[in-house]
């Protein structure tokens, strides 16, 4: 738990790599389309719970492997933005299922250490090409929902993407206040 709290206030951050393909824009809402890097992720799925609930179950195992609760007991640092899966159904309202994505950081990516607890699995990930809204605040369910709606009607008739799955972001620690960044990437077909 030490390993976990020092890795995430005095740990190195990494950012995931991606590539800026373009810009756009509609009424309001501003958004990238962005090539993201694949990679070696940690995840944590949770089912049948309400995705802010899911969220606090599934982001302290993340947090406490990448802290060293790990078979080589080492805090690995940072990567954002830390991103979960959610899955909507036809009225937009979120499935009670969710799965959070960590990338691993370069150093670990060719050896990751393996995770103490069975939940956190290890997966590879394939390059995505993403639409990506950024808002800021302490993000709910209710504002990623909203922002995905924002960023669908922003695209309506310009872009074609993933209706069954979509990608909520968060690049902050808990404890920052202000300034906080969080985005929705709807994944590009």
Same mark, same amino acid.
């Given at each position: 738990?030490?390993?976990?709290?020092?890795?995430? !206030?005095?740990?190195?951050?990494?950012?995931?790599?991606?590539? %800026? !393909?373009?810009?756009?824009?509609?009424? /309001? %809402?501003?958004? *990238?389309?962005?090539?993201? *890097?694949?990679?070696?992720?940690?995840?944590?799925? %949770?089912?049948?719970?309400?995705?802010?609930?899911? !969220?606090?179950?599934?982001?302290?195992?993340?947090?406490?492997?990448?802290?060293?609760?790990?078979?080589?007991?080492?805090?690995?640092?940072?990567?954002?933005? #830390?991103?979960?899966?959610?899955?909507?159904?036809?009225?937009?309202?979120? @499935?009670?299922?969710?799965?959070?994505?960590?990338?691993?950081?370069?150093?670990?990516?060719?050896?990751?250490?393996?995770?103490?607890?069975?939940?956190?699995?290890?997966?590879?990930? /394939?390059? #995505?090409?993403?639409?990506?809204?950024?808002?800021?605040?302490?993000?709910?369910?209710?504002?990623?929902?909203? @922002?995905?709606?924002?960023?669908?009607?922003?695209?309506?008739?310009?872009?074609?993407?993933?209706?069954?799955?979509?990608?909520?972001?968060?690049?902050?620690?808990?404890?920052?206040?202000?300034?906080?960044?969080?985005? %929705?990437? !709807?994944?590009?077909?």
């Amino acid at each position: 738990m030490l390993g976990m709290i020092k890795n995430s !206030l005095f740990g190195s951050v990494e950012t995931w790599p991606w590539q %800026v !393909l373009s810009t756009g824009g509609k009424e /309001e %809402v501003s958004y *990238e389309e962005r090539a993201c *890097e694949g990679g070696r992720f940690a995840t944590v799925e %949770v089912t049948d719970k309400p995705v802010d609930e899911a !969220l606090r179950e599934a982001m302290p195992k993340v947090m406490k492997y990448v802290g060293g609760t790990n078979d080589k007991g080492i805090g690995m640092g940072m990567t954002v933005p #830390i991103s979960f899966a959610v899955f909507p159904s036809e009225d937009g309202s979120l @499935q009670k299922k969710l799965k959070v994505w960590f990338r691993i950081p370069n150093q670990f990516q060719s050896n990751p250490p393996v995770p103490s607890d069975d939940s956190v699995k290890i997966e590879e990930r /394939e390059s #995505i090409t993403v639409y990506s809204t950024q808002f800021g605040g302490y993000a709910k369910e209710a504002d990623y929902v909203a @922002q995905a709606a924002q960023l669908r009607n922003a695209l309506e008739g310009t872009a074609t993407y993933r209706s069954d799955i979509y990608f909520c972001t968060g690049y902050d620690p808990p404890m920052k206040p202000y300034g906080r960044r969080n985005e %929705v990437w !709807l994944v590009k077909t």
